[in-house]
């Protein structure tokens, strides 16, 4: 069976398509959010000519980010990391077949991350709970297994049950060893899981707009929709909006790159 590989050229030029796609909305809301608002209105396409840093300030002040970007950190920051401890702590036994059904289990967790979400049951809950309206539970409600859960036990597979057999006749115990020593090995795939969960938790929009009515307690992207009915005509700022609530999850990749590419790839292939 021949396999007819693209052209070198012909990919190299796929590729360069795919970059300009993805890049050239950033790019150009970047330079949108320098300009002043009569160089936006007279070449709303060409380069910023006059920069205009003024008016990040002024989306920041006026749009009272600072409260809602603090929000939001919180909220991502306990929910990833709740998160993805509790899917390396479920998926070490079950990718060693520590527990009965395990096999049914990984089955389980994968079927459910196909599954709608049960919004109506999932707010009674939190209702009755009485952690509507409250940061304990908009954590609760953003802090899910699915994924992570998945990729993590496809890339503890890969880890040598020796390690295991070792780490027991030195008298580790399981929850030093699952602590001290897997979860230092799978740092691609942790990093990989807190990514994916926290860009979700951060972009969340429906889930804030059912689970939170305090102003007070809104994350960033309700308060990037506030800040949107206020100043809806001046898109220079609108533009510095966006640019500020669309950095740190752009940061957080940039830093966690080489870590997110290969624990995707090897949890996948593992798997």
Same mark, same amino acid.
């Given at each position: &069976?021949?396999?007819? %590989? ?8 796929? &590729?360069?398509? $795919? ?8 790019? +150009? #809301? ?32 006026? !749009?009272?980010?600072? *409260? ?6 919180? +909220? *991502? ?46 707010? /009674? ?5 009485? %952690?509507?309206? *409250? ?10 297994? !699915? ?6 036990? !496809? ?24 602590? $001290? ?8 795939? %942790?990093? *990989? ?39 809806? /005509? ?14 740190? &999850? ?5 830093? #966690? ?15």
């Amino acid at each position: &069976m021949k396999i007819h %590989l693209v052209p070198r050229p012909l990919g190299y030029l796929i &590729m360069l398509i $795919m970059v300009i796609l993805y890049l050239y909305p950033l790019l +150009y #809301l970047f330079n949108v959010s320098f300009k002043p608002d009569v160089e936006f209105i007279v070449d709303p396409v060409g380069i910023v000519k006059q920069f205009q840093p003024e008016n990040y300030v002024n989306a920041w002040k006026q !749009g009272n980010f600072s *409260t809602y970007i603090w929000n939001s950190i919180l +909220y *991502t920051g306990v929910a990833v990391g709740a998160s993805v401890l509790i899917s390396a702590l479920a998926a070490f036994p079950v990718s060693r077949s520590y527990i009965k059904w395990s096999n049914f289990v990984y089955v389980f967790f994968m079927i459910a991350i196909f599954l709608p979400n049960n919004m109506i049951p999932q707010w /009674n809950l939190i209702h009755w709970l009485g %952690l509507y309206n *409250t940061r304990i539970g908009y954590i609760l409600v953003n802090t899910g297994i !699915g994924l992570g859960f998945m990729l993590m036990t !496809g890339y503890i597979k890969a880890v040598p049950r020796e390690l295991d057999e070792a780490a027991s006749i030195d008298g580790c115990s399981y929850s030093r060893y699952v602590m $001290m020593i897997i979860m230092p090995l799978i740092k691609p795939v %942790l990093a *990989t899981s807190a990514i994916l969960q926290a860009i979700g938790v951060w972009n969340n929009v429906i889930g804030a707009t059912i689970y939170l009515s305090d102003k007070k307690l809104f994350p960033i992207v309700l308060g990037l929709f506030k800040f949107y009915g206020q100043f809806s /005509n001046q898109w220079t700022l609108l533009a510095a909006a966006l640019v500020i609530v669309a950095s740190p &999850m752009i940061i957080l990749y940039i830093f #966690l790159q080489r870590y997110i590419i290969e624990g995707a790839m090897t949890g996948a292939v593992k798997s």
